[in-house]
């Protein structure tokens, strides 16, 4: 699915519109339609339901909304919030034809007494009030009403966004706390930006005949990374292949106070399909690491202190990509490890302590030629920018794209709804993954998982959305097969992997054939 800002949808619309030659009366028809479908889908004949509608086309859409379910029997009020000499255009049309059908109006303005001694009897409240067109903060009446909806038990069905949520994400004040948002056409930034995502609740997109040109003609390119898209890119096995077949990785990592992440690292590239991997570790925790996999080949290089001393010859190994950062320590060592790799011309991933020393080795990156990927959390990714995690957080799209498109990088923002960044600007969301993944260590994991896979695509996109979504999807399973959200382990997701790969390798493959 294609995820876009507000200008973006009302550029959509407008090219719809002029140069499809669809009308806004038939989008709008269209939009409502498929909204109602969507709510036919879960709601029962005998709910009370009351469908909120502002001025503009949030409100045609509700108009349509609430004429579809009465039509079907459902027993359903439409409380129009402004005077109804306010509503213009399309909606006006909307509204026209909700009465012609023989459908009454209930105004709130004059009757809001009625209106707040009723509001709070509704099964079913259906926000079709402001839309993505709100700016600032949210006025009065539909500030009271809003706080109205959220005290309610009613469930909540948002059309489009949340009433009072900006559709390009930031600060959230007064806004309708959804259980069910169903976006038309395209999902909004705020739906994968934080705090503005949890006002949404569960999130359905429906379809309502927008052409794939006029998307693509007036947005930037970002767009979800779904189950579908693993299944028709996770690379099949050969019978003729063969260790070498599958990459010879090299992960670079650990120190004395860190000697867990780069086992991590090494044990979930294994599990996800390295052929041959080596780790490199400082000889002071050598006798610490060398026993906890058995499978993984060595490469001990001089220390200090437990650390990496800042030596390190990559060119007696054969290697097809490099990990390098897990456990590794903020030390001059660390440093030079990385200016190392980073003059090794083979893809590189840069993770956690590894990106520490960024402005400083930068201008290295920007002279490669193979891949870098960096897979920073909002605090690194703040730090490499010099800017707060706020700013980070606030505009998670756009400062990754900026640093992908400025040093020609892979970037991978990691947190809920992590954004995959290639070099050219295209943006992919991935949509798996729950809380049980905020916990240390699983950065490592994913790391490890990210090298495995870029050895066996042969697309470098292709191979990091993939392995961000397995790991997310990991944690699903683990939720789902009885552990908490609390209780879950970076080694509980690495003796995970093994699952999803059989579900997509074996059940999903055999659904398709």
Avoid at 317 to 338: F, S, Y
Avoid at 407 to 419: A, E, M
Wanted: charged content about 20%.
């Amino acid at each position: 699915m294609r995820i876009v800002t507000a200008s973006e949808m009302y550029a959509i619309d407008r090219d719809t519109i002029e140069r499809i030659g669809m009308s806004e009366e038939s989008l709008m028809e269209n939009a409502g339609q498929a909204v109602a479908r969507a709510l036919l889908e879960r709601l029962h004949p005998s709910m009370r339901i009351a469908v909120l509608a502002g001025t503009g086309n949030n409100g045609g859409d509700g108009f349509v909304v609430a004429r579809v379910l009465k039509s079907y029997g459902y027993c359903t009020d439409v409380w129009l919030i402004p005077p109804k000499e306010k509503v213009k255009g399309a909606a006006k049309k909307a509204l026209d034809i909700y009465e012609n059908a023989g459908y009454e109006v209930k105004l709130y303005s004059g009757n809001e007494q009625t209106f707040v001694e009723q509001i709070a009897h509704y099964d079913v409240i259906v926000d079709a009030l402001l839309g993505i067109g709100v700016q600032g903060a949210v006025r009065s009446p539909y500030k009271e009403i809003i706080d109205m909806v959220n005290r309610t038990n009613a469930s909540v069905y948002a059309i489009d966004v949340p009433s009072g949520i900006p559709a390009d994400g930031g600060a959230a004040d007064t806004a309708i706390r959804a259980d069910v948002t169903i976006t038309i056409q395209c999902p909004k930034l705020s739906a994968y930006t934080f705090p503005t995502a949890d006002y949404y609740g569960e999130l359905v997109v429906v379809d309502i005949g927008i052409p794939p040109l006029s998307i693509a003609r007036n947005a930037e390119f970002r767009s979800t990374w779904e189950e579908a898209d693993v299944v028709r890119t996770l690379p099949k096995r050969q019978k003729s292949s063969h260790k070498g077949t599958y990459g010879k990785a090299l992960v670079i990592g650990g120190s004395k106070r860190m000697t867990g992440a780069v086992t991590f690292t090494a044990k979930a590239a294994l599990r996800s399909g390295a052929g041959l991997l080596t780790m490199a570790i400082p000889e002071a925790i050598y006798s610490v690491v060398a026993n906890r996999i058995p499978e993984a080949m060595y490469y001990p290089c001089s220390s200090h202190d437990g650390y990496f001393s800042g030596e390190i010859d990559l060119s007696h190994l054969d290697v097809d990509a490099i990990a390098v950062g897990p456990g590794i320590g903020r030390t001059e060592g660390t440093k030079n490890v990385v200016k190392t790799v980073l003059s090794h011309d083979v893809p590189v991933v840069l993770d956690a302590d590894a990106l520490f020393f960024w402005n400083e080795y930068a201008p290295f990156v920007r002279k490669r030629s193979a891949a870098t990927i960096v897979t920073p959390h909002p605090g690194e990714m703040a730090r490499m920018l010099g800017v707060s995690i706020r700013e980070v957080e606030n505009d998670r799209f756009g400062v990754a794209k900026r640093l992908a498109m400025e040093y020609g990088i892979y970037v991978v923002l990691k947190g809920p709804y992590t954004i995959v960044t290639t070099p050219d600007g295209m943006q992919y969301v991935n949509t798996t993954g729950n809380p049980a993944l905020a916990k240390g260590g699983s950065g490592d994991v994913l790391t490890g998982m990210i090298v495995a896979f870029l050895m066996q695509h042969r697309s470098i996109q292709e191979a990091i959305s993939n392995a961000v979504w397995v790991h997310g999807k990991a944690a699903d399973f683990l939720v789902e097969k009885g552990h908490s959200q609390l209780d879950v382990l970076a080694t509980d997701v690495i003796e995970e992997i093994p699952n999803v790969l059989f579900y997509l390798t074996t059940t999903k493959l055999a659904e398709v054939f």
